[in-house]
């Protein structure tokens, strides 16, 4: 098949290198343009997707996963998507950069006119997302919290490439160092894991700084919040005081969190709960407090 060039005697997918001499790109840091060019990491994304196929090394048949429907953001010049769509019913893939969307359309015609594959030219922050099961996705790092915050409320699973110091606060647990509002908020939405550490060389242009890969698999919380936004500036809010204990951190930041009675909050809480700091407490601990501080509080001016 035109363009499928291979880089070993099996290899089925089209060459990362090949695809950029032919879209005539170099990669751009400025327009957060970093294509993987290590097939190997290329190979494992898909599988990803499916939690129990990735426990050996070797990388998983991708015509076993049957992904669905996957959404792929910031396809580059369509080294994953060439593996995605090997692995999927369908997929649609968003890129904003005119030359490499008009590139996808030439070299992936085929599976456009099969109607295995959508190019939505446009920026992932504004341009309307289709229903789809999984996205992965190697995402531009200028706007990867903004992207993965517009994903995670959709309870899909995700298959996402960061930066790794942000994929690692992303994922920490409450009472590490990494543990903050990153994670608090990515965490009430979903279960999330770092499933790969990617050096920077598996990318041209080199980033400064090495990659990881997360997986989110979305969960059904037991509990709820009352009103996302409250939640959302209660946690910035207390997180300015990490700290502190609650009790102060509640008192002090009510000019953020927008509390009228920030006492009423403390005097109702649980007294041992109050003198834990907000580094300590998991997401559901923090969807009760805020439930409980929209309630008595008197919230408002947030
Ligand atoms: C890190 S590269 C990944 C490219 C390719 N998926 C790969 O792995 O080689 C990110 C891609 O996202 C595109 N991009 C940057 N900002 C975007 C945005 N806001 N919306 C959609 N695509 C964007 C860039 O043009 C680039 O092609």
Same mark, same amino acid.
């Given at each position: 098949?035109?363009?499928?060039?291979?880089?070993?005697?099996?290899?089925?997918?089209?060459?990362?290198?090949?695809?950029?001499?032919?879209?005539?790109?170099?990669?751009?840091?400025?327009?957060?343009?970093?294509?993987?060019?290590?097939?190997?990491?290329?190979?494992?994304?898909?599988?990803?997707?499916?939690?129990?196929?990735?426990?050996?090394?070797?990388?998983?048949?991708?015509?076993?996963?049957?992904?669905?429907?996957?959404?792929?953001?910031?396809?580059?010049?369509?080294?994953?998507?060439?593996?995605?769509?090997?692995?999927?019913?369908?997929?649609? @893939?968003?890129?904003?950069?005119?030359?490499?969307?008009?590139?996808?359309?030439?070299?992936?015609?085929?599976?456009?006119?099969?109607?295995?594959?959508? @190019?939505?030219?446009?920026?992932?922050?504004?341009?309307?997302? %289709?229903?789809?099961? @999984?996205?992965?996705?190697?995402?531009?790092?200028?706007?990867?919290?903004?992207?993965?915050?517009?994903?995670?409320?959709?309870?899909?699973?995700?298959?996402?490439?960061?930066?790794?110091?942000?994929?690692?606060?992303?994922?920490?647990?409450?009472?590490?160092?990494?543990?903050?509002?990153?994670?608090?908020?990515?965490?009430?939405?979903?279960?999330?894991?770092?499933?790969?550490?990617?050096?920077?060389?598996?990318?041209?242009?080199? %980033?400064?700084?090495?990659?990881?890969?997360?997986?989110?698999?979305?969960?059904?919380?037991?509990?709820? @919040?009352?009103?996302?936004?409250?939640?959302?500036?209660?946690?910035?809010?207390?997180?300015?005081?990490?700290?502190?204990?609650?009790?102060?951190?509640?008192?002090?930041?009510?000019?953020?969190?927008?509390?009228?009675?920030?006492?009423?909050?403390?005097?109702?809480?649980?007294?041992?709960?109050?003198?834990?700091?907000?580094?300590?407490? %998991?997401?559901?601990?923090?969807?009760?407090?805020?439930?409980?501080?929209?309630?008595?509080?008197? %919230?408002?001016?947030?």
């Amino acid at each position: 098949m035109t363009g499928r060039t291979g880089t070993t005697d099996d290899r089925e997918f089209r060459d990362p290198d090949g695809l950029r001499r032919r879209a005539g790109v170099r990669g751009d840091p400025n327009k957060d343009q970093h294509f993987l060019v290590d097939d190997r990491v290329l190979d494992r994304l898909p599988g990803y997707a499916v939690p129990d196929s990735d426990d050996g090394d070797e990388p998983v048949d991708p015509a076993s996963l049957d992904l669905g429907h996957v959404l792929e953001i910031g396809a580059g010049t369509g080294a994953l998507t060439d593996r995605l769509l090997a692995a999927a019913d369908e997929v649609t @893939v968003v890129e904003r950069d005119r030359k490499l969307a008009k590139f996808l359309r030439e070299e992936f015609a085929d599976a456009i006119e099969a109607g295995d594959l959508t @190019v939505l030219e446009g920026d992932a922050l504004d341009v309307e997302l %289709p229903e789809f099961d @999984v996205s992965v996705s190697n995402l531009p790092y200028g706007a990867s919290s903004e992207i993965a915050f517009r994903l995670l409320p959709l309870g899909k699973p995700l298959v996402l490439m960061f930066q790794k110091e942000f994929a690692e606060r992303m994922a920490a647990d409450p009472g590490t160092d990494d543990y903050g509002r990153l994670s608090v908020t990515a965490g009430h939405y979903a279960d999330v894991e770092v499933v790969e550490i990617v050096p920077a060389e598996a990318f041209d242009p080199k %980033p400064r700084v090495e990659s990881a890969v997360v997986r989110t698999t979305p969960r059904d919380p037991d509990y709820d @919040v009352p009103d996302d936004a409250f939640f959302l500036e209660f946690l910035k809010a207390v997180f300015t005081q990490r700290r502190k204990t609650m009790r102060n951190a509640v008192r002090n930041t009510a000019h953020i969190s927008g509390l009228g009675d920030p006492d009423a909050v403390v005097e109702a809480a649980d007294e041992e709960l109050m003198s834990k700091r907000a580094g300590e407490l %998991p997401p559901a601990t923090f969807a009760d407090l805020a439930s409980l501080a929209y309630e008595v509080g008197e %919230p408002g001016g947030y």
